[in-house]
Every structure is written in C-alpha cells, then in structure tokens.
C-alpha cells in the first residue's frame, strides 16, 4: 500500500533562505509525482510534475527531484519570498489506478520578513 | 489560462439534506475526480469518471455519494442526504490523460449543521 509522507510538518523561515521540502513514498513502483501548493482555505494550485523517467523538473525558482530507488522527492525553493508562504503537498498516482492520487499531510512553509 | 471553476465556494445545508456541487473541467480533460479534505487532514480520492462512468471509487463513495456529467460540460458530485462528518472542503480535478498533470478547482467548503 502506498503511503507518502513529508518532512518537515512545518517550517518557518526568514525571506532569502533556500529551502527544501520532502517527501517519502514507500511504494518505489511510480508513474510520477506532483507537488502542489494550496493557501488556506484555497484550491491546489499544481506546481510541478516529474515522470518516473526524470530525476529533475524545474520551475522559476523551483525545483523537484526525484529519487525512485530511494523512495524520496525533494522540492528545493531558492531565494524564499513572504509569498511563498503555503502548505506544500506531494502526490503520487496509485498504481494502476486512473490518476487516484495519494497525497501527504504537506509541508506548512512561512516565510516572515 | 485554463482553469477548473467550482460552484458555489461555500455551502451551508441541514444534516439529512441533498446537496449538489458543481464543477466546470478544463475544455481538452478527459478523466474528472473529486477529492475531499477534512479540515486538518490529508487530501483524500473519493472518485474517478471517464467517459460518462466511474472507473474507481474509494470506500468513502458509498450509496450517498452519486457522479454525473449530464451536459459534456458540467461535472457534479451529489450527497443525497448529508451527515455533519460529510463537512469538508470538496475538490474537482481534471487530467487529460489517466497519469498526467492533475489540475484542481479551488474547492467548495461543505459545512453541514
């Protein structure tokens, strides 16, 4: 059974720092993985996706990787701003299963002045 | 940029009542979803729909829960008589395909008294 988890549960960190988030899955055997962003009380915005096939999926000042054999995906933030203060969710598609995301508890980032 | 609308944002029922939420996909989608998300808890699947049928649905997606697209453009999920554990954030989604990028509406806010 296919189970994601994310460290850490929170962070909070002062605008300039580099960060980075992760997320743990148990079951190696993936089609990719999809980080999201989600405000409170707001929808899942879709940040980036990376196919099993790639280690490495970049956006702007964001960054995802992913590590099959070892069952882990980190998301690498540079240059942290206040907006970027969100909870930051991974997800991963059951296997076989249309889409059927499994998702973490998400990483609650703020990011102060 | 496309987006997935859902309606209304925020909804307030009586326990028992039938409520319905509404969804307008992404015009090229193919494969729709609807996730929940207890306040405090994870993001969890609910249902699967392709070409007019439900091709999987969690343990949640009992008899009270019902899926249809009736005009090739709105997707909706009903509850036919709601409970106050039913209260939670509802979210569409949409892929075109059944393992690419999954993009999410901004969620309506069930909250049954």
């Known amino acids: 059974k296919q189970e994601v988890t994310q460290i850490p549960a929170a962070l909070s960190v002062p605008e300039g720092e580099n960060l980075v988030l992760n997320c743990s899955f148990t079951d190696s055997a993936i089609y990719n993985l999809q980080w999201f962003r ?21 956006s702007g000042r964001l960054n995802a990787s992913l590590d099959k054999s070892s069952g882990r995906s980190t998301l690498y933030i540079a240059a942290s701003q206040p907006g970027d203060s969100a909870t930051y969710l991974c997800a991963i598609p059951l296997s ?15 990011v102060h002045p | 940029e496309p987006e997935v609308t859902q309606t209304p944002s925020h909804q307030v ?10 969804c307008v996909p992404i015009s090229n989608h193919l494969y729709f979803y609807w996730y929940r998300q207890i306040l405090g808890q994870k ?16 343990e949640i997606f009992d008899d009270q829960f019902s899926v249809e697209r009736p005009d090739g453009s709105n997707f909706t999920l009903k509850i036919r008589s709601t ?27 069930l909250t049954v008294v």
């Open chain 1, 38 to 58: 989600q405000d409170p009380g707001k929808g899942l915005t879709s940040l980036l996706l990376i196919q099993s096939s790639q280690r490495e999926q970049t």
């Open chain 2, 83 to 109: 409970k106050l554990e039913d209260s939670a954030m509802y979210f569409c989604a949409g892929t075109v395909d059944s393992d690419t990028e999954a993009f999410f509406g901004q969620g309506t806010r």
């Open chain 1, 96 to 110: 076989g299963g249309y889409n059927k995301l499994i998702f973490g508890a998400g990483t609650r980032l703020a």
């Open chain 2, 43 to 58: 993001v969890e699947f609910l249902v699967s729909f392709y070409n007019n049928e439900i091709s999987e649905k969690s």
């Open chain 2, 13 to 22: 029922t009586q326990m028992g009542q039938e409520v319905i939420l509404r």
